[in-house]
Nanobody, 117 residues
Framework: QVQLVESGGGLVQAGDSLRLSCAAS????????KAWYRQAPGKEREFVAS????????NYADSVKGRFTISRDNAKNTMDLQMNNLKPEDTAVYYC??????????WGQGTQVTVSS
C-alpha cells in the first residue's frame, strides 16, 4: 500500500516561515499532479496549492500567492510547501493530496500548523 506522510508543521509566530514535506512510500504517484489542502477548525477543507507531475505548472489559492511555494522531487518521492510570512489565518491542519482527473483522491494524515499573533 502506498502511503503519504506529511511533516514539518509546528507552532510559529506571525511573519515566520515553515517548510512542509509530503513523502510517498514509493514512486506510484510520480506521474500524477499533487496538491496541498488545509482545514481549520469549523471550516471545510480548502485548496492551497497544486503542482503537475513534472513540476512545470503550479497553482495557488489567492490567499497564499506570493507567500507559499510548492515544489516536488520525484526522485525522492516528495512534495514540499515553503510557507513564508505566515499569518494567523494560515492556522490549520495541512494535508497532502494526490490528484486523479484533477480531483484529490489520496490523502496523508495531515500536519498541524499554528501561527500566533
Amino acid at each position: 500500500q502506498v502511503q503519504l506522510v506529511e511533516s514539518g508543521g509546528g507552532l510559529v509566530q506571525a511573519g515566520d516561515s515553515l517548510r512542509l514535506s509530503c513523502a510517498a512510500s514509493d514512486r506510484t504517484f510520480s506521474s500524477f499532479s499533487k496538491a496541498w489542502y488545509r482545514q481549520a477548525p469549523g471550516k471545510e477543507r480548502e485548496f492551497v496549492a497544486s503542482i503537475t507531475n513534472s513540476g512545470g505548472t503550479t497553482n495557488y489559492a489567492d490567499s497564499v500567492k506570493g507567500r507559499f511555494t510548492i515544489s516536488r522531487d520525484n526522485a525522492k518521492n516528495t512534495m514540499d510547501l515553503q510557507m513564508n510570512n505566515l499569518k494567523p489565518e494560515d492556522t490549520a491542519v495541512y494535508y497532502c493530496g494526490v490528484l486523479v482527473n484533477n480531483r484529490p483522491v489520496y490523502w496523508g494524515q495531515g500536519t498541524q500548523v499554528t501561527v500566533s499573533s
